[in-house]
């Protein structure tokens, strides 16, 4: 067990939708990440915050944002939803220290119908 | 892309036999990792290396870097079924806050 809790574990919806997904870091974790992993493919990263604050950006969409709240939890939000949007989501955390190993949830199977 | 590259994508072998699979990459780095993933589940870290170390052990792990090449490889000896998963190298690139995954190398052991 990572520590790295992610809800839901699946998220079935349709094109044009707004879904959130949520992540909770592992305790005395300051950093959360999240990574898109279409089949087949690699991770794909997407954003990182450290204690509130956005600290790098990657390949989001306009269309997609996060945010990290005073408790340390995390929030993806994805709207418009498009049928390429399928994918699993992970969150990650990790100690806020610069290329120190990750701790990954067990992630959001999205489907966009 | 800053996306390192495994070789091979995929691996099938038996029991008992040594798995080897290489990661590529294309900047300089700070350090490299190693991740399993379990089909659909979270990855794991199995093991960091870090730029000025050429090999690193862990259990029946056996990691080692060329910089001057820019690759990586991870051994896994004596394979059990169990270790069936994915494998994802992951960079540590200098001037970049986040981690950089490679494609990844499917395991598959035979019983």
């Known amino acids: 067990d990572s520590g790295v809790t992610q809800t839901p574990k699946h998220l079935i919806t349709a094109t044009g939708q707004r879904v959130t997904l949520r992540c909770s870091p592992r305790?005395?974790?300051?950093?959360v990440y999240w990574y898109q992993q279409s089949l087949d493919q690699g991770l794909q990263f997407l954003i990182q915050y450290y204690n509130g604050e956005e600290r790098a950006k990657g390949n989001i969409l306009e269309r997609f944002s996060a945010q990290q709240f005073p408790d340390l939890h995390s929030e993806l939000n994805l709207s418009s939803l498009e049928l390429g949007d399928s994918a699993l989501y992970f969150c990650?955390?990790?100690?806020?220290?610069?290329?120190?190993?990750?701790?990954f949830g067990n992630g959001t199977r999205l489907t966009v119908t | 892309s800053q996306q390192g590259e495994e070789d091979p994508q995929a691996l099938s072998i038996q029991e008992g036999e040594n798995a080897t699979m290489n990661c590529s990459y294309k900047?300089?780095?700070?350090?490299l990792q190693w991740y399993r993933q379990n089909s659909g589940r979270g990855l794991v870290h199995l093991i960091l290396i870090r730029s000025n170390e050429r090999e690193k052990h862990s259990g029946r792990l056996r990691v080692t870097l060329d910089t001057s090449k820019k690759s990586s490889s991870l051994l896994i000896t004596a394979s059990r079924a169990a270790d069936t998963a994915s494998y994802f190298c992951a960079t540590d690139q200098t001037g970049a806050n986040n981690l950089f995954f490679g494609t990844g190398t499917r395991l598959t052991v035979i019983p």
């Open positions: 900047t300089s780095i700070n350090n």
């Open positions: 990650a955390s990790g100690g806020g220290v610069r290329g120190s190993p990750l701790h």
């Open positions: 305790s005395g974790d300051l950093s």
